[in-house]
């Protein structure tokens, strides 16, 4: 397993206090999360914009009558509902196909309240035997649905750490989630959590921007050396005009 050195100790802490500055403080969560609904938030916010993800939910729930309408439909449908722009959208649907029909087998209900409850050992035990289901589900049910210490991390989050300079070296997803949680009160892990996504979203996008800069570049550079040369044309012909005239006039 690969694994990361931390910075410094109070790495974590150090990094909220910049993204706080860059971000603001976001508001805190408000009312309770039923745990069925935030499984298959984390699966569509996974390495996606949080309020993209929000807004696919809120569609499904429309479309569909309840989540066991929704466990039955095909993956092809339940891509198609989520958004031709919604990334890996076909992978994402058969995830979320794959818990709702291993939470339903196992319950026969989607009811799962009692989770708020259980501790941290009862709720990975619950999760392990479900097809689809991870760490990065399991610490979204355990932090926004019973509001306890854990740290969501997904692949463009844990890039968004190394590059806020949070990580050493190769650092997983395990080991740097294991960090987090230890490093920060259950408060400020929501807080970081929210920011760090933006953040790792943003980043994300960068790339795009530069790349289109750089090709805009060149055909600047093109047109100037353009210019020059006929400017020396022209200052090369003017001087044999001149001396054609001082020759003549002799």
């Given at each position: 397993?690969?694994?990361?050195?931390?910075?410094h100790?109070?790495?974590a802490?150090t990094?909220?206090?910049r993204?706080?500055r860059?971000?603001?403080t976001?508001?805190?969560?408000s009312?309770?999360v039923e745990?069925v609904?935030?499984?298959?938030l984390?699966?569509l916010?996974?390495s996606?914009s949080?309020g993209?993800?929000?807004?696919?939910l809120?569609?499904?729930?429309?479309?569909?009558?309840?989540f066991?309408?929704?466990?039955v439909?095909?993956?092809?449908?339940l891509a198609?509902?989520?958004g031709?722009?919604?990334?890996?959208?076909s992978?994402k649907?058969?995830r979320?196909?794959d818990?709702?029909?291993?939470?339903?087998d196992?319950q026969?209900?989607?009811d799962?309240?009692?989770l708020?409850?259980?501790?941290k050992?009862e709720l990975?035990?619950?999760?392990?035997?479900i097809?689809g289901?991870?760490?990065?589900?399991?610490?979204?049910v355990?932090?926004?649905?019973?509001?306890?210490?854990?740290?969501?991390?997904?692949?463009?989050?844990?890039?968004?750490?190394?590059e806020?300079?949070?990580?050493?070296?190769?650092a997983?997803?395990?080991n740097?989630?294991?960090?987090?949680?230890r490093?920060?009160?259950?408060?400020d892990?929501y807080i970081?959590?929210?920011?760090?996504k933006?953040?790792?979203?943003?980043k994300?996008?960068?790339p795009k921007a530069?790349k289109?800069v750089?090709?805009?570049?060149p055909?600047k550079?093109k047109?100037?050396?353009?210019?020059?040369?006929?400017s020396k044309?022209?200052?090369?012909?003017k001087?044999k005009?001149?001396?054609?005239?001082?020759k003549?006039?002799?």
């Open positions: 397993m690969a694994t990361g050195r931390v910075s100790p109070k790495g802490k990094v909220l206090g993204l706080k860059l971000y603001g976001p508001a805190k969560q009312g309770e745990p609904e935030q499984i298959v984390a699966i916010s996974d996606e949080l993209k993800a929000q807004s696919v809120q569609k499904l729930k429309s479309y569909y009558v309840d066991n309408e929704m466990r439909a095909r993956p092809s449908e198609r509902e989520t031709s722009t919604f990334a890996h959208a992978t649907a058969k979320i196909l818990i709702l029909q291993g939470i339903f196992r026969n209900s989607f799962l309240e009692f708020k409850s259980n501790s050992q990975e035990e619950y999760f392990r035997d097809s289901a991870d760490k990065y589900i399991l610490a979204s355990i932090l926004y649905c019973c509001k306890r210490q854990a740290f969501p991390l997904d692949k463009k989050m844990l890039e968004a750490c190394k806020l300079e949070l990580v050493k070296g190769e997983s997803l395990e740097m989630q294991a960090y987090l949680e490093q920060l009160r259950s408060s892990s970081f959590c929210c920011l760090l933006k953040y790792s979203i943003q994300a996008s960068k530069e289109k750089k090709k805009k570049a055909s550079k047109s100037t050396s353009k210019k020059k040369v006929v044309k022209q200052t090369s012909s001087k005009s001149t001396t054609s005239r001082s003549s006039k002799k």
